[in-house]
């Protein structure tokens, strides 16, 4: 079975703080991706990678960056945070670009 | 502005019955559509495809309808369960879309006793 793990369930953190979000796959996919789930607007992607080292900007990337410096590795980035990024993050991974996507449990982050 | 919609922000149906999930999209370029499940507090979880080369998959209970030409599809869960009460999302992608899926906003389902 694919496992996808994020560090965390919750997060609170403060108007400015550097946040880091960490996604873990244990099934060797070449793909990983960061989506945030917002009421009303489903998942939207911010970030995906196709190999290490490797990035793509999704639909909503400002605000975030990524970093990828293993395969089963894959950042999220929150230079500064602001309020606006209150939401349910969730990291995903596929074997291949256009195959079925495998989702971590979501980190649900508040910023105050 | 969203690509892929799903008008029905909510259904309840009772255990037994039929559950009918629909999902448009405006993109003609999509070819390829999935649906997920998610519960409270966990991550999506894959449920059923289909390709456009297809105009209906099915996989248990669970069958989705694709119709191109109306850029519609969806997902028919008979019987419906109690287990079944989740959010749905249908995602659709283009094939020289590098891999990324669009998202609609999700349907809550509830299945009554």
């Known amino acids: 079975d694919v496992k996808v793990t994020q560090s965390s369930r919750y997060l609170v953190k403060r108007t400015g703080e550097k946040v880091f979000l960490e996604c873990v796959q244990d099934?060797?996919?070449?793909?990983m991706f960061w989506y945030r789930q917002d009421p009303g607007l489903g998942l939207r992607l911010i970030y995906f990678s196709y190999d290490v080292k490797m990035k793509e900007k999704g639909d909503i990337p400002e605000g975030y960056s990524v970093s990828r410096e293993k395969k089963e590795r894959f950042s999220l980035i929150l230079e500064s945070a602001s309020t606006n990024q209150t939401s349910m993050y969730l990291c995903?991974?596929?074997?291949?670009?256009?195959?079925?996507?495998?989702f971590g449990p979501g980190t649900r982050l508040t910023v105050l | 502005d969203q690509q892929v919609k799903q008008n029905s922000p909510s259904l309840s149906v009772q255990e037994g019955r039929i559950s009918i999930l629909n999902c448009d999209y405006t993109?003609?370029?999509?070819?390829?559509f999935l649906w997920y499940k998610k519960y409270p507090a966990e991550g999506p979880t894959f449920l059923i495809s289909?390709?456009?080369?297809?105009d209906k998959n099915e996989d248990g209970r669970f069958t989705v309808f694709l119709n191109k030409s109306a850029k519609h599809l969806s997902l028919h869960i008979v019987p419906s369960q109690p287990g079944d009460s989740a959010v749905y999302f249908c995602a659709a992608s283009a094939a020289d879309s590098w891999g990324k899926f669009q998202f609609g906003a999700g349907t809550q389902v509830v299945v009554t006793p």
């Open positions: 289909i390709s456009s080369i297809k």
């Open positions: 993109n003609s370029m999509f070819d390829y």
């Open positions: 099934m060797d996919h070449e793909n």
């Open positions: 995903a991974s596929s074997s291949r670009p256009r195959y079925t996507q495998y």
